[in-house]
């Protein structure tokens, strides 16, 4: 009701420029008809030169009113187009939604995904870290850790709660999450997989590793991780033990000197 009251007093005051501005054009031209003739005639009359100068102190003074009217309708104007736009309705923050393949179990009290359905989200962990972090946008990043701490990627679920208890917005945290690597927007699967793609590595075939391994796990082309959310792939840079490349690490188990053949074996009891 403020702001369609307010954009009404907004067309008021633009009318009221306009016309005033019409008013001008004519009064002017009018005016200078007026004097030109007075002018005239002060040149064969010299007894008219006081009603010349009267003429010309009504254009002055018309003119000074005119700026004042148009200061205060600018100043009316400027306050009820600010007025317009405060009251104009906010469009809900959202974040957009990711496709969840997989189902939810805990395990040492952290979500674990290995299955098919969603997985279950403890939006109470969100209220505690935004309580502890802040609710600034500076608290960004450390939220974002957290919550990648707790759930082991970034749930859209836990992100529509941040955005609705903090300053943070939406595309901050799409920015965010997409700057740094180490975020994940989609689960992750029960064991992580890391193929070393370092130098020593790589020339000892990790990329021949990595094909084999996703082809047996039947990853899909763009996916990082399998259909039954067990392992997940990642692509790393140096392992540290160069001399057994080509290197593989299963959570915290590694397999050295590995061939396309026996890539899967690195697996072990998991597959
Ligand atoms: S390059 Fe793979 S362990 Fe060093």
């Not at 633009?14 to 008013?23: E, R």
Request: glycine share 6%.
């Amino acid at each position: 009701m403020k702001g369609r009251a307010a954009g009404v007093v907004v067309l008021v005051c633009v009318a009221a420029l306009t016309a005033d501005y019409a008013v001008k054009i004519a009064w002017t031209a009018a005016s200078d008809v007026r004097v030109a003739a007075l002018q005239e005639k002060v040149r064969a009359d010299a007894g008219l030169a006081a009603a010349l100068a009267a003429e010309q102190k009504k254009i002055a003074d018309f003119n000074q009113a005119r700026r004042t009217r148009i200061n205060w309708l600018s100043l009316v104007l400027i306050v009820a187009a600010a007025a317009f736009l405060v009251e104009q309705p906010k469009a809900p923050r959202r974040i957009p939604e990711k496709p969840q393949k997989a189902a939810g179990v805990r395990r040492g009290g952290k979500p674990v995904v290995t299955g098919a359905a969603a997985p279950e989200i403890d939006l109470a962990f969100v209220d505690e870290v935004v309580a502890r972090e802040g609710r600034g946008t500076e608290a960004a990043i450390p939220i974002l850790q957290a919550i990648q701490a707790h759930y082991r990627y970034l749930p859209d679920e836990a992100l529509r709660r941040v955005c609705e208890l903090t300053e943070i917005t939406p595309a901050q945290i799409a920015g965010t999450s997409s700057f740094y690597s180490r975020f994940r927007r989609s689960p992750v699967g029960e064991h992580i997989v890391r193929v070393c793609h370092g130098t020593a590595c790589h020339v000892a075939g990790a990329r021949q590793i990595t094909d084999e391994l996703r082809r047996e796990l039947k990853i899909a082309e763009g996916e990082d991780t399998d259909p039954s959310r067990t392992f997940t792939i990642e692509e790393v840079a140096c392992l540290g033990c160069c001399s057994l490349a080509p290197v593989v690490m299963v959570d915290e188990h590694t397999a050295g000197n590995l061939t396309p053949a026996t890539a899967c074996d690195a697996l072990g009891e998991h597959a």
